[in-house]
C-alpha cells in the first residue's frame, strides 16, 4: 500500500485544475468556503477511482477516441472556469456573497471533466489494481485511500489560499491574482491533454 498512497499523495498534493481552484476559492471567499469544494473534488476523485476499477476503465482502455474526447471536453470545461475567473470582480468576501461558488456538488462533478483524475484514475487501474485476488475490494480500498490521502493534500491549498488573502487586501491585488490563477488554470488544463498526445 505505501507506494499507493506516495503515488495518491503526489497526485492530489502537485497543481491541477482542482488545486488551483481549491486555493482561488479559499483565497476569495475563505477557507470554510473552500471546505464544501475540498470534500467534494476528493469523493468525486475517489468515486471516479471506483467506478474505472470496477468497469468503466477497462471500456475506456479498448476505445481510445473515447478518452480523447472525454480529456477535450475537460479542456473546454476548465477553459470556460478559468475565463469566468479570469473575468471575476475584485470583490471583498463580503461583498461577494450572493454570487454563485463551486461548492461541494460542483468540486464532485468537475472531477468528471477533470483531465488529470482521469489520468489519475486511469493509472490506478493500470499499476494498483492488477493482479488482486479480490478486484473490486482491491479498488474499493484504493478509493477509500485515495479519499484519505486527497483531502489532508486539498486542505494545504485551502490554507495556501486562506493565507494568501491577508495580502489580497486591495481590489486591484485580487484581480492580479484571480488573472493569475485563471491563467494557471488554463495552463494546467491544456497541459495536461498536450503532454499526453
Known sequence: MLPFILFAF???ITPGPTNLLVLS??????????LPIVLGACAGAAGLVL????????????????????????????????????R???LDATAS??????GLLGAAGLQLVNPKTWMM?????????????????RIALLAGLFFAV???????????GAGSARVLRSPRALRHFNRAMALLLLAAAWSSVLLQN
Open 10 to 12: 503526489v497526485a492530489s
Open 25 to 34: 476559492n479559499s483565497a476569495r471567499y475563505g477557507l470554510a468556503a473552500a
Open 51 to 86: 467506478v474505472v476499477g470496477t468497469g468503466l476503465g477497462q471500456l475506456l482502455l479498448q476505445w481510445p477516441q473515447v478518452q480523447v474526447a472525454m480529456a477535450w471536453a475537460g479542456v473546454l470545461w476548465l477553459s470556460w472556469l478559468a475565463w469566468g475567473l479570469y
Open 88 to 90: 471575476a470582480p475584485a
Open 97 to 102: 456573497q450572493g454570487a454563485p461558488r463551486l
Open 121 to 137: 484514475a486511469l493509472a490506478v487501474l493500470g499499476v494498483f489494481s492488477n493482479g488482486a485476488a479480490h478486484p473490486a475490494q
Open 150 to 160: 486527497s483531502v489532508p493534500c486539498l486542505i494545504c491549498w485551502a490554507l495556501l
